[in-house]
């Protein structure tokens, strides 16, 4: 089997890539403490964070309510799966450009 150009650089660069990975991998898994740093980081930043006043917490609380809000109807008025069922809901999506001509 002939490869393209375009086939061979994106086959090269996955090889690249793959390399990369174990390369970074044999070094993580040669670093001395290497479970440690990660478990002194998350207990450093819990630290940081206990000393937080309480409006600081509260308004983290709205501002991640109303990402979730946004991210959950986003997400189902998009859906793919939703469209091919041509299950609308109470968010029609008729102006969306990946549904389904009838």
Known sequence: ???GVRESAQANFVMVIIKL???VFFIAAAAPLGPVLPV???AFA???MADLPLSTWVRF???LAIGLVI???YGYRNSRVRMAHG???ILPADDHPHL???
Request: charged residues 5%; hydrophobic residues 60%; negative net charge.
């Open 40 to 42: 002194l980081g998350i």
């Open 71 to 73: 991210y959950g109807l």
């Open 87 to 89: 299950q609308y809901g």
């Open 46 to 48: 819990v630290f940081l």
């Open 21 to 23: 990975a174990v390369l």
């Open 100 to 102: 389904p001509e009838h």
């Open 61 to 63: 609380a709205v501002w």
């Open 1 to 3: 089997m002939v490869l």
